[in-house]
């Protein structure tokens, strides 16, 4: 008898089905992360390609005139030899200002006058005072005279025996005191004439006049003020106008003290104006203040102009270079040469020379066409002009026309 072959459970060939989700659980919990890692890094992509890049600008310049005849370059201001704060010599109350600021006045014409009735009330009495020494003068050489001959006539009486030696003492001693009283009033006299001169100096001090040809640069004070001399307030409180000769004008430069052995007296040297930037005046080093301004460690050098410039200014500020020898007349031109840029700043490649130029905070890719190398700049015979920024050190990966960009600080 054949036995029964053995019966296959039905559950051996069942899918197990719970095992999968499991699976795909562990599978979402890496990919989730995965994604947001790669959009991540996608956005912080975009964002870096998007960003302005920031770049460092030069100008391009024009070149001064000698520049490769300058020994040294310092800064200063204008100023003149003959500059004064123009103030009373007594204190007084203004009453009249004659003049007004940029008018020009000669030596000796009248700026202000001041209140001066109480200096006439006191001239007026000194006045009174010298007519009246000069009566008690007379009326003593009077009395002087009738003495000295009184003396006379006694001495040739007691000569005579007529009358006693003691009588004649008598009138010598009073012909003594008369001449005694003679001298005082003559030194009354003299004590009143100079009261006198003193009061008419004192009058003459309330109308104040130029002390030489000059321009009223600034106007201190108006009608009404009550002014003190200048020189008892210490500061320029009783200054009526400031008063400047501008054709005396002189640069004050400011040089360090370890460059003060290269400069020396009749040294040619040329002054630029910041208010008169397209021009070079030739001038002269004429003098080295003896002194040390210890807060800068600097000295200042005045600096004579040749011939003092049409619209030149006290105050305004200028740059000296001082030369190793005078420039000739056409060497003064400041466009003269051709403008310069940083050699840095001119990239060549295929397309030729050129330069990025920044305009409105963005790229322009400009061909320039370069002259000689001088020092650390070329000369562009083509090219952007004067004051124009150009990206100095240009990245080649971040140069791209009309790529917006930040000009870094401090940059140009």
């Not at 890496?30 to 960003?51: D, K, M, Q, S, Y």
Request: aromatic share 2%.
């Amino acid at each position: 008898m054949t036995a029964a072959p053995p019966q296959t459970s039905l559950s051996v060939l069942r899918i197990d089905r719970s095992a999968a989700p499991m699976k795909r659980r562990r599978k979402l919990r890496w990919i989730l992360p995965a994604a947001v890692l790669l959009a991540v890094l996608v956005l912080v992509g975009a964002a870096v390609a998007r960003r302005t890049p920031t770049v460092r600008v030069a100008e391009v310049r024009q070149p001064l005139p000698g520049e490769q005849q300058t020994e040294l370059s310092a800064s200063g201001y204008v100023d003149s030899r003959r500059r004064s704060v123009i103030a009373p010599l007594i204190a007084g109350q203004l009453v009249e200002v004659t003049v007004e600021e940029g008018e020009a006045v000669r030596q000796g014409q009248v700026i202000a006058r001041l209140d001066d009735r109480d200096a006439r009330v006191v001239f007026d009495r000194a006045q009174a005072a010298v007519r009246s020494s000069e009566a008690q003068l007379a009326a003593t050489e009077a009395q002087a005279v009738n003495a000295e001959r009184t003396t006379q006539r006694t001495r040739n009486l007691a000569r005579q025996g007529v009358i006693p030696r003691a009588q004649l003492q008598d009138v010598e001693t009073a012909g003594r005191a008369t001449q005694e009283t003679l001298n005082q009033a003559r030194a009354q006299l003299a004590v009143a004439r100079r009261a006198s001169e003193a009061a008419r100096l004192q009058l003459a001090h309330t109308v104040v006049r130029a002390p030489f040809d000059g321009t009223v640069s600034k106007k201190l004070a108006n009608e009404g003020a009550v002014l003190a001399p200048a020189a008892l307030t210490g500061t320029n409180l009783g200054g009526i106008v400031e008063l400047v000769d501008l054709h005396a004008l002189e640069v004050e430069a400011e040089v360090s003290e370890e460059q003060l052995s290269r400069i020396h007296p009749g040294q040619p040297a040329l002054i630029f104006l910041d208010a008169l930037p397209e021009r070079a005046f030739p001038g002269t080093a004429t003098t080295v203040r003896p002194a040390i301004d210890r807060s800068k460690a600097t000295a200042t050098v005045l600096v004579r102009f040749q011939s003092v410039p049409q619209g030149a200014l006290p105050d305004m500020g200028a740059k000296v270079s001082f030369l190793r020898k005078p420039l000739p007349p056409e060497a003064l031109d400041a466009h003269g040469q051709p403008p310069r840029v940083p050699a840095s700043a001119v990239v060549r490649d295929a397309e030729g020379s050129a330069v990025w130029v920044v305009r409105d905070g963005r790229l322009v890719r400009q061909p320039v066409l370069v002259g000689e190398r001088v020092g650390d700049e070329l000369s562009l015979k083509q090219g952007p002009g004067a004051g124009t920024q150009v990206v100095v050190a240009p990245d080649p990966k971040r140069m791209h026309d009309g790529r917006r960009v930040k000009v870094e600080s401090g940059g140009g």
